[in-house]
């Protein structure tokens, strides 16, 4: 009888703490020599260096016999971070795409350690409470009287909003016809995929001439569609993808109440604003909205996913009431147990309310806003950087902290090589827009601690990029015409 082997130790109970600290102090060391050994915010060499590097690292995959802990922790944190695109470096600005705090990971940490699954009361006690907590404060600092729920990201939230609206409008009465959303020429790609997904109509574009929707032409559609009982919905965005722009949200939803529209916003991006009481101002008219998408892992400075959807009526969010008798039994639920299931389209997902609750807790709304104030005015100083150079055209003033670029005179083929020169030499990660018929580079500013001399360093490394001549298709030599008759090779 062979003797059975020691199982691996464990995260969690009162053993977990003392297990976890050997393997933290490697995990923290690998990310330290990984980020040493890249020198920069992106792995230099392009794809085929990262792959060969990470190949040799995770090799083999599955072994027959482990190599343990400490050596496979050891070898693939540091391949991985080796490999990153690290957002703390203040030249990594391509994407919305944060930095997090430390206080955040630090409690990202203890949310994996606890392993708390948020769909019934009995895996998630103390979380399923602060997530209650927590997602109501969020909530009413757009609406008083509001809710809200976490999720992954704006994907989700922007689908939620779409599936809210549908069954909002059964709750109402009788409708003709599906619910029929109109969103801007800037809005995220996310909602018309949503509303593939729902099977509802392909959403009817409004024309964003100066990159924000135009109330005017909104006015105009709407009111072609006719009034009730059918169903609109309108999605306004609060800091586009490309750049940043806010919608004219005050005005849209005056149109939306004219018409008798459902009216979202898209607030993936700008919500941060919400934090900063000398820009919170641009949001004006997001309280009116029936619902609204944040991500705090955008301007929230969290590990993703850190995802949001606030609903100005708490009743829309019970069309997600669902009944699993293993998770909320009617008899538990009646006996006091609150029922998690219709928190989410999710069953298991994880307890993301912790860092988000730690993070508030320490820093405060002040404290929030004044990250969101140190980045915006960073957009700002770049974009007068940018403004005041003789070899570079600057966009427009940055709404909140995405600021378009490109060198005078350059050609669209010139700036996709600039993009990606970069990139292959792992010295800055730009992002790129194409908007107003020009191709533009995007440098989104999320790190707090980026000073000037990084952004004169970052505008440096563009300007230095030597342009190359567009290769021309070369034309195939024409074959000969083989005799009549013979057979070709």
């Not at 509001?146 to 599936?163: F, V, Y």
């Not at 009730?228 to 490309?242: E, I, K, S, Y």
């Not at 909205?289 to 995802?307: E, F, M, R, S, Y």
């Not at 100005?312 to 609150?338: F, I, K, Q, S, V």
């Amino acid at each position: 009888m062979s003797t059975p082997r020691t199982p691996p130790p464990l995260a969690g109970g009162t053993q977990g703490p003392h297990d976890l600290r050997p393997l933290l102090g490697i995990a923290l060391d690998a990310l330290r020599d990984g980020a040493a050994a890249r020198r920069g915010p992106l792995p230099a060499g392009g794809p085929d260096a990262v792959t060969q590097r990470v190949h040799a690292a995770a090799h083999p995959v599955l072994p027959d016999h482990g190599t343990g802990a400490e050596h496979a922790l050891r070898t693939l944190v540091h391949a991985l971070a080796e490999g990153a695109a690290d957002p703390a470096d203040p030249l990594c600005a391509a994407h919305l795409h944060c930095p997090p705090l430390a206080v955040a990971a630090a409690a990202d940490l203890a949310a994996s350690a606890l392993n708390a699954s948020m769909d019934s009361w009995d895996q998630a006690p103390a979380a399923s409470t602060l997530e209650a907590l927590v997602t109501h404060a969020i909530a009413t600092q757009i609406h008083p009287e509001g809710d809200a729920l976490i999720t992954t990201g704006g994907t989700e939230s922007n689908q939620l909003a779409l599936l809210l609206a549908r069954e909002a409008a059964t709750r109402h009465g009788p409708v003709r016809g599906p619910v029929q959303l109109l969103v801007g020429d800037n809005a995220h790609h996310s909602l018309a995929r949503a509303a593939w997904l729902l099977g509802l109509p392909e959403p009817i574009a409004v024309p964003a001439p100066a990159g924000t929707l135009d109330p005017a032409a909104l006015d105009e559609a709407l009111t072609e569609l006719g009034g009730p009982p059918r169903q609109f919905l309108v999605a306004a965005t609060a800091g586009t993808t490309d750049a940043g722009l806010i919608d004219p949200l005050d005005d849209i939803a005056d149109l939306c109440a004219a018409h008798d529209a459902r009216l979202h916003v898209d607030a993936a991006y700008g919500g941060g604003l919400l934090f900063s009481d000398t820009r919170k101002h641009h949001l004006r008219g997001i309280e009116r909205a029936d619902t609204v998408t944040l991500d705090l892992h955008k301007l929230g400075w969290q590990p993703a996913a850190a995802g949001i959807i606030a609903a100005r009526d708490p009743r829309d969010l019970d069309a997600l009431t669902h009944r699993a008798d293993y998770l909320n039994a009617d008899d538990d639920t009646e006996a006091g147990l609150p029922d998690l299931l219709g928190r989410s389209l999710r069953t298991t997902r994880r307890p993301d309310i912790l860092k988000i609750a730690v993070t508030l807790k320490a820093l405060g709304r002040s404290g929030l806003g004044a990250l969101v104030d140190q980045v915006c005015d960073q957009a700002a100083e770049f974009a007068d950087l940018v403004d005041a150079h003789p070899a570079f055209e600057l966009y427009d003033t940055p709404a909140i902290s995405t600021v378009l670029f490109r060198p005078t005179r350059a050609d669209d083929h010139h700036i996709a090589h600039v993009r990606r020169t970069l990139l292959t030499e792992g010295t800055a990660v730009l992002g790129r827009a194409d908007l107003d018929g020009c191709r533009w580079l995007k440098a989104t500013l999320l790190n707090p601690h980026t000073r000037p001399d990084d952004l004169a360093a970052l505008l440096k490394l563009v300007e230095l990029v030597e342009p190359v001549e567009p290769v021309e298709p070369v034309e195939a030599a024409p074959q000969p015409t083989p005799p009549e008759g013979s057979t070709p090779r």
